[in-house]
């Protein structure tokens, strides 16, 4: 049986605001909000840590196993930085989120971030990596950049994607 709700990937560079936009969007939606680096250190579906990288290295094999029931059931709100592992028929919208590389230094600066940690993150946004990533590992149609500098933009990235929601059909 068909799901009766959609999911929706919110990816994009760290500090592009994912978990904001994820987290407003589930307040209106009633969606859940599912941030897969909560997940992974709650549920340990990692395989430890990479202290380059400071961060923990996921097992993508875990992590899809923990999420498959629930993503069969819609209504999800999956917010990661990655996202060419997870199964395409999981989702019905990809959100990538952009941000100006000037605002997203300083969202990553205060974050604690420098060095090649900060630098590769940059990077990544002039490149699109992440847009890239999302094209090749899902349908074009289902792919939406969305910019990301401000307050306002997450707001109204919130609205376009709760009308998105409401108006959303199963295919049969």
Known sequence: MGRTKPNILVT???GTGKTTTSSLLSDATGFRHINIGDLVKEKNL??????ELECHIINEDL?????????EQGGNIVDYHGCDFFPERWFDRVVVLQ???????????????????????IEC?????????????????I???????CVDDISKNVTTLSDWIRSWHPTS
């Open 12 to 14: 994009g560079t760290p």
């Open 46 to 51: 990692h395989d430890g840590w990479d202290d």
């Open 63 to 71: 992590v899809c196993d923990e999420l498959e029931d629930i993503m």
């Open 99 to 121: 941000t100006d590389n000037s605002v997203l230094y300083d969202r990553l600066s205060s974050r604690g971030y420098m060095g090649s940690k900060l630098t590769n993150n």
């Open 125 to 141: 946004e002039i490149f699109q990596v992440l847009l890239e990533e999302a094209r090749s590992s899902y349908p074009e149609d």
């Open 143 to 149: 792919v939406v950049p969305l910019v990301s500098n």
